[in-house]
Each structure stands twice: as C-alpha cells, then as structure tokens.
C-alpha cells in the first residue's frame, strides 16, 4: 500500500516489548487493575447485557447513544493487552462480548445497540446529535486491534459488514452525511490499512471533505426532522463546535469540542498520509501549528473550556477552571504520532511527550480504578478522581493507549531507526532491508541517560535517529564509548553509519530542575512559572505544605534540588527549595488591603510532585504556575 | 409603625435634590437616555402589548414568564424620576401602563400577564422556576414607587389587591409556598410600610421562615406536578442554588443564584428591621459577613461563576471568567442599605459605595443605552455592552437603582443626621425635633474635600455623622474653619453639638493613589495589585496602551500620578506611571520557555481608568489586577 506522505511507519504492537521501570508497572496497573475494573463497570451499568438487544420500551436503563463506544474502547485495550501479554480470562471475556456485537449486528450490517431496541425508527436521521458514526468508529478500532492483536478475525469480519452498510448509505450518489462526532474517519484508515480495501479509505475521505461544505448538511438533516437549523438560533460560530463552519481544508484555527476536534485531524493526517494529498497536509500543519503555538497547556491539555468543552482563544489558557479533558489529551498524542510520522519533526514528538507524561497521566489514579475526566492545572482542593462517570469515555480511552503504549516508541523508515521515547524496551524492525533489534535501558523521565544496543545478524548501514526534546538543552551521544559528534535535524540526532551486532549508543542528556514561563499573551500565568524537569511538570500539592500552596511565590533566585524519593507515590523524583508564603496577619475583617501594608513573606519550605501524580494523597488544593518573587 | 431595629432610616427621595459634577449627568443620561429606552425596548419586545392580554395560543411571541417584573422595574425606575424631575410625557407614559395593569388585573386580584393568556391552567403551580412571585415582587415595588413620587393610588391599589390576593393563597392554613426566586419578601416590607397594613409584612415573614424547612416544599410542588424532586437527581447541594438548604436562619454562608441571594437577605434585613427579630437579625449579620470578607469582587460585584449565577467557594474570585452580574450588584446594594440602617456601622456602607462607584455603575455605558449583564475583571476584548438581553433584568434595574440615587446618601434618626455617601445635594430631614437642612459641596469621587452648610429655622442639638471611608487613612474635620477632634466609632465620625444655621462643616480626606492587594486565599489575585483611588477601582485598558495590556506588571516603587483628564471618558481622573511589558522576543515557535532566558522587561508607560468606564471606547483587552514587579 502507498506511503505517499508519511516518512516513517510506527512499530506494531508486537515488534516492541516494554520494560521500563516507569511504565512497566503502570501498564501491569492498567492489565491487571483499570482493564478488569472498567469491564466491571461496563457490566454493572447495562453496557454489556444491553449488547442482548433485550431492551424492551417500558424498561429501565435504556441503552444510551454512546454505551457501544465505551464497550468498544474497552475490547480495543483488551486487545492490545492480549498483545502484550495472554490472558486467558481476559480474552474469554473479550471474545464473549465480540460474539454479543457478532448476535447484536443486523441482516444488513448495521451494528448500534440504542438505535435498534431504544428508537429503531430513528436510525441514521441526527448525525450530529447522536454518535452513531462515532460509535461505529469505535468498532472499527476495536476489530483492527483485535486482529492485530490476536490474528482472530471474528470482530474485524463484524466491523467489516459494517462498514460495507455505512458505505452503502453514505457517500457520493447516495445520502449526504458525516458525524457530528468525529471518529469514524481515522477508524476507517485503520480498517483501510489492516485489509487493503480502498473503499474504506474513499469513505473516510468523503466524511472528511464532505464536512463543513454549503448547503450545510446539520441544516438539512434538521429540516428533514422537522426543525430548526441551530445556527438559525445560535449564530453560524456555533458550527464550530463540530468543526464544521468550513470545509476542512481552509480551517486554520483549532475549535469547538476539543476530542472532536483532535479526532478529525488524526483523521485527516491518516488520509493525507495514505493519498499524498498536499493541500489537506497543509491544513494539518496549520492546525498543529495552531494547537501546539497557541492552544496547550504545558501538560499538553488541550480544550480550555467547560462550556462545549471546547477549545478557547488563541492563548486562552485558564488555570484552575481549564477543562483538558483526558480524551482531548488522548487525542492530541493521536494527532501528534501521525504528525511527526509525516514531518519527521521532533516538536510534534515533544508535544505527544509532554501529553503522555503529564496531561494524559493525570487522568488516572496510581491504583488505576479512577480517572479525571478534567484536568485543571489548579484546584482549591474539590477536584477528584471517580471511579466512572456516565458518560464514560476516558477511562476505557485510557487503558487502550496505555495498552499501546509500545507503537509510540519508535519509527522505521526504509534507511532509518527512529526512537522517539525514552522507555526501556526491545524492539524488532526491518531497516535497510535488515533485521534490527533494538535493546533500550533508561530510566527516563528521571534521569536523561539512555543507552541503545543494537542486534544485528550482520552489519547493516542505517541511520539511528534519536529524539532530542525540546527541553534538553546539553547532551551528548557516544557510539561503544566513544563521543560521537552528531547534528540534530528538526529535533532527532542523527548517527549514520554501518551497524555491527553489539554497537552501544548512549545519550546522556542534562536533566535539570527548569523554571518554564508562558508566552506572555497567556494572561493567567503572567508573572508565574511552573517547576518542570525533563519531561515532566510539576505542581505543589497541599499536603506536603502548611502555607496554602496557592499562596506560596518562588523566588527567581532561591535554588531547587531533585531527588528521587521512593516512598512518594510510589517512588517519583520530587524537586524540593525554599518558597514565600504571605505573612498570614493583619487579614481580620479585611478581604482586600493596601500593598504596602501587607507584611513582608515569610521562606517556607516547598516540594513539588509531578503533576500527573496529584490527587493521589490526601485531598487538598494543587498549583502548577506560581507567582514569581 | 415599630422600627425596633433600625438606628436610623434613609430620607426619602423627596427629602434629596442632587447637584453633583460626578452624578447628576448619569443621572439626567438615566432620566432622558435609559428610561426611554427601555420603554422603546419593552415596546419593541412586545412587553408592553403583552398587557392587553390579547396573546392566543398559536401567535408569536408569547408573553415570557419574567416579562412583567421588566415593566415593573421600568415604572419603578420612572416613578423615582418623575419625583426629581417632573416630566409630563413619562408620566403619561407611566399612567398608561399603570392603566394596562390595572385592565390586566383578573378579577380575585391575580395579575401576571403569562399565567393569564398563556399558561392559565398552570397558576401557582410552579413556584421555584416560573417567577410568578417574583414578577408579583416587582409590581408591588413599582407600586410603592409610584405612589410615594406622585401621591398617586392608582398602581397601589392594584398592587396592594394582588398582595391580597396572593396573601388569601399563601401563608399558614392557606396553601404552603415561597418563591424561587426571592423578591416578593423585600417588597412586602415596603408595601407594609406604606400601608401600615401587618398582613403584608406577616406574608413577607411566612416566605421567609417557610424557605428551606422540611419537608421540602419544591420536593413536594414537583410532586404535585407529577415530577421527579430536583435533588434526587442532583444531590442535595442544588438546593442551595434557591437558598433553599436550609431554614434561612441557620444559614451562615451565601450561596447559590447571587441575585437571589441578596434579595432574599435584603427581605431578612427589612423584616429584622421591622419586628426586632434578634436571631434573624443574627443571621443577616453572618450572611453579610461572609459575602463582605469572602465573596466580594474589589469592585463590589458578587456571583463569582457563571454556572448557576452563582456564588463560588470562599475566595473564589476568578476574573476573566467572573460573571458579577449587574443586578447582583444592585443588589448587594439592597442589602448593604439595609444592613447599615440597622447597624450603623460604616463597613457595609464602604461596601454599598464599592459597588455603586464600581461593579454597579460598570453596567451602563456612559450614553446610558447599553449594558452589561456580566461584569468580568478582566476581558480579552471580547465583552461589551449591549442594548437590552432576552432576559432584560439588568437595564431596568440599573435605572430604578440611578432615579433613587437620593435615597442611598443620607440617613436621619432621632438624634443623629448621617451622611453616607459624598455627593453634593441638598437635603432636609427631620431630627431632634427640628428640621434640618444639609447642602452638601463636593468633587468627590476626583477629589476628599466635603463641605457641609447646615441650614435651622433656630440652633438645634444633634449629631452630625460623617462616615469615613474604609479606603480613607487620613482625614481632618473643621467647623467653620477650626479643626475638630472627633472620634471614629465604627465607621462614622461624630460631631455632637450645638448647631446655628449656617454653620459648615468641611471634611478633608487625602486621597492618594494605592495598590491594594487581595486576601492570599483569593488564589487568582496572588502576586498581583489593583489600583485604586478614594473609592474607585481603576484597570487598564487596551487602547490606552502599546502592549498586551494583561502582560504588563506594575513594579512596586514606581510614582503612579493622578490628574483629572478632562477630554477622556466625559472627564475623569486617570492615573499614570511606568509598567513593565514583557520582552516581546523569542516566542518564535515557543509557547512556553526558561523563564532565564527571557529578555528584560520594558519600562512601558500607563493609564489606568476608572473601571466602571471601561468598554466605552475602541473595542479591546482590560485587566484589573496587575503582576507586582
């Protein structure tokens, strides 16, 4: 198949094995503990027992629009998961639910719980309201990673019947449509990629051009029901919300519903990727630019707002009421891999870094049963995680990309060896017509040392990229001991030469504590920086404080210390200093004072705990950005 | 009648003529620009044709739930204007809509235009969300208003056969009910003391007492309805969106709908005041308390959240995202001028000015024909006035608070004339016995100095009371030219002699520029400063400044002068000095940075405005609290 664009090609899941002290035990977590618990919840809500279609009108607990899609997800970790490591138990389970989804799919393909017991007669009639498009998406993913995973094809053939009927309604000469939930379009690659029928990447590229094109189809589908468009009521930015106020190839701005949005560009990244198409890599680019320029937290959250849980203004950052919700960050790494796979462009691989380390973390506890769905960058101390929520998509989201971590490791182009992560791993792939494994020994994110042994059955010239992120700002490359001098191109170092079996390269990069501020048209952290080191950020939690900690200012000067403190958290770097608390007098009966007047700070000591790692103690206030002094 | 709790009580409007360089132009704009307007809105909204009842199912635009308390506060507000200013065309106005109500009032007395001609089945059905009781609330306002300016009973006795009515159906024995939204206690208070007739006040005191108890009554009206309580779906803490938690003397916390809120304490304060209800009374003092030195915006708004035009926890006090809706603001007004009458302490009349200088008056542009309905503290130049809203309680408000500016400024009790607020005026009132008449010369709010010429048919022993302002840290008293030593009790500085008429009494207070800081539990304020002046807040606003003006920082040491500019803003004391604006370089491809590698910051010039002035030129970013450099 055609890799018109792409200049590398991730590793699957099965050509990388991870053993890396920071992920590993978080992945065993997500096995052992998050994978079996959402399937609980899936159960114990109705999500499984719904896929019976026993449902009758009268009934409680109807199926909802997206339970399908939570369900999906789901077998899409359970899959990856099985890749990694069998699991007899498990795979009973996913196969029982692949054989409810085979039994709940209809004569004619169509495959969605509520839309045939809950209101059969209103199938395919709001594409922009009610998900279906996206749950099918969902299905398509999971029956990918299911035959990837496991070589069955009893849900991929399922999947694949499915897409045929949604190809039969949709498209050129039959109905106009596209979702309102993106999702199908990067699922429809995928299917495309892993059987090699071209009409299923013809159908993902009709819901992409098709989406924001006059006359309006959210107009006419509403009409067709009977009622009014909403931007009749709303105004026509409302169509920003589904990103369809444009068609796709002119927008340059990231909006509207943050998960949406990301959703839509990984797909369209997926078919420039496929078709070589240049204008709709443009617009990719100019929407990455966008997001990553003007439109990131530095936990690399995206989504600013609650309200549509949307994407703000170019730098509309807020702190404490950001949304970032744990599928948007989700979305972000999606996008950024099939960028960087296209741009050869360590910054698009800083920013898929800097969401796994942080924004993406955080959504989940370090027991791995409960989960933010938002990810706010400051709380007053009533900000928890949950076991669930009804609408459930970030804690299956979760457990698939932790079970997948492997693919995001690496690259293989036809003359290179990429590694993009910093995770001790082996991985097995074809470079320069040969076989290479690479053996990776790290103990990333908590110090910058990295060494890389290459196996080879004989000597191969290639080239071995390696990441250098955007925060290492000193760092040095040895080839068997040996400094090597190396150039960096578009954020990778690059050591071309002729491998032999047993050739070690070590990077070692300086890992210091950093002060980082934002641009200053973010307005919020004007006069703040945040505490970060490497990869990761960090944030003061209350409990390692007596001032509150959303008082406390760090002086410019003052110096932080890193140590690796094993008996926090489960064992985490902690940066450690000196701070200012406001003197705590002269407050009686007053809420505002004159400056002057206010007592001179007093050093209190302060320990800062990576960010992703919060809310996992005693419940209390965060803070990510502090108050220079 | 009793005023067993009352130290003193506020001169009636006609007892005020104002003559001040700061007010009285707002208040002529108010008289000649607001009013008619909107009337012309209430007209063109079909609010005013909604009175004829002649609405039927299936014709447009049926009269809406709230429609009747717009019009109500519009004749509230016209009825205060005719009392200072005869005007022959608003009184016809005025009396046509007084004619209209008193046509549109059913025979048992009811009168609401919606549960007339378009839900007539539904009346009283519905306590909680459909207003009935509220719109009651504001028509019986209207009617007092009314009344008191022209002496007329036309609208009175409508408004007073409506209390009758309403009065026959609520109460002990009768049906149980209270409103969703609180306005009709307040009102009662007033209709009572117009009236002298107990019934009204005994109603305003069964709503209030019934509120919050148990069983629930709006658990108990949904039931009636045939619906699922509110709060088995969303936990018991929505209640506190209606102040209805609990029984409103246990309450100790504001919480919930913020215009609610502060009518419902307005209504406690009034009863308090009335029957001496020292445990009522003690909780009016605990609410205020807490709204004072918790929830209090520096410029007097309240209702920190959007979510719910809400109150926040204690010390959430975001300020892009404050929401500090005009009629909260008015409000707190309402309740500050209760609370000072009754506790003749000047710390709630500093909050009554900080409002009225600052988050009341930033309501209405200075051409009196737009308005904001959310008063944020920072802006990145996308909010701006407008001329009326759907939901239309804001500009009506605005103009009935304006035409009964006169009755904020003095207060008289048997021994003591209080002067409140510093607005030059003449006023007359009764005390000791005699009458007393106080013309009152000032700049203020541009300028400290006061002076007072105290007008008696023959010398009269009394006190004269001048309240010293919070913000105030250095004032001297003379009479007639020779400095007097006066003690400070609470909040007003007394003058107890003899006085002959014609003595003057002037007050000098400095008033120097400051930077006031906020509590450091207001996390979002931390490092940061407001400028202010006397008692008003001032921001910076974009087009009064080359950089960002949200990256500048205001160093602690530099000079900030003030000068009064007589072509900005229709002539207003502005502030000038040096900031720092951020080194715009080396953002290229950064959105975040070592904050050591940031350039030195620029001295910038800047001008800060008055607050409430802002939004009154060209469209742009504004900031309240400064970064401290």
Known sequence: MALANRKMQPLALAQVRIADGFWR???????????????????????????????????????????????????????????????AALEKHADAVIDLLAKAQQPDGYLNVHFTVVEPDRRWTNLRDW??????????????????????????????????????????????????????????????????????????????????????????????????????????????????????????????????????????????????????????????????????????????????????????????????????????????????????????????????????????????????????????????????FGCACCPPNLARLLASLGTYVYSASDDAFYVHLYVASQATAEVAGRKVAVTQETDYPWNGDVALVIGLDRSAKFSLRLRVPGWCRKFTVAVNGKRAAVRVTKGYATLRRVWKDGDTVTLAMAMPVERVAAHPAVAE?????????????????????????????LPDMTRLTARFARRILGGCVVIEGSGLAPAPSGWKGNLYRRAADLGAPRPTKIRAIPYFLWDNRKAGAMTVWLPRA
């Not at 959402?38 to 009934?59: E, F, H, N, Q």
């Not at 599928?327 to 999606?334: E, Q, R, S, T």
């Not at 703040?528 to 509150?548: F, K, M, N, S, W």
């Open 131 to 388: 998900h279906e498009l996206y749950c099918a998406g969902h299905l398509i993913e999971a029956g990918v990673a299911h035959f990837e995973a496991t070589g069955k094809r009893t849900l991929l053939d399922t999947v694949c019947r499915y897409a045929d009927h949604i190809d039969s309604v949709f498209g050129p000469g039959k109905r106009t449509g596209y979702p309102g939930h993106e999702e199908i379009e990067l699922a429809l690659a995928k299917l495309y990629r892993v059987t090699d029928e071209e009409r299923y990447l013809r159908l993902a590229e009709y819901f992409i051009d098709e989406r924001g094109r006059r006359p309006h189809f959210f107009d006419e589908e509403a009409e067709a029901r009977g009622e009014q468009p909403l931007r009749h009521r709303q105004g026509d930015r409302s169509l920003e919300y589904w990103q369809t106020h444009l068609p796709v190839r002119e927008q340059s701005e990231v909006v509207g519903h943050a998960v949406r949005a990301m959703y839509l560009y990984s797909g369209m990244a997926d078919l420039a990727a496929e078709t070589g198409d240049e204008p709709l890599l443009a617009a990719c680019r100019r929407l990455w630019q966008n997001v990553a320029l003007r439109k990131l937290y530095i936990t690399g959250g995206v989504g600013a707002r609650h309200g549509g849980e949307s994407f703000g203004r170019n730098h509309e950052l807020p702190n404490e009421s950001a949304y970032a919700e744990t599928c948007a960050a989700i979305g972000l790494v999606f996008f950024a891999h099939r960028m960087f796979q296209t741009e050869a462009d360590g910054a698009c691989a800083d920013v898929m870094e800097r969401a796994l380390y942080n924004g993406v973390l955080s959504g989940i506890s370090l027991d791995g049963r409960k989960f933010f769905y938002v990810n706010p960058l400051a709380s007053a101390g009533d900000h928890h995680r949950r076991p669930f």
């Open 25 to 87: 035990p978080r992945l065993d977590v997500n096995r052992t503990a998050s994978i079996p618990h959402i399937y609980a919840l899936l159960k114990k809500t109705g999500r499984l027992d719904a896929l019976r279609l026993a449902w009758k009108p009268g009934d409680e607990n109807p199926p909802h629009i997206f339970w399908d899609s939570d369900t999906a997800k789901w077998l899409e970790a359970a899959s990856y998961s099985l890749a990694a490591c069998p699991d």
């Open 525 to 553: 952290d004007m006069g703040r920086v945040a505490i970060t080191r490497g990869p990761i950020v960090y944030c003061l939690e209350q409990c390692d404080h007596r001032a509150p900690v959303r008082s406390i200012a």
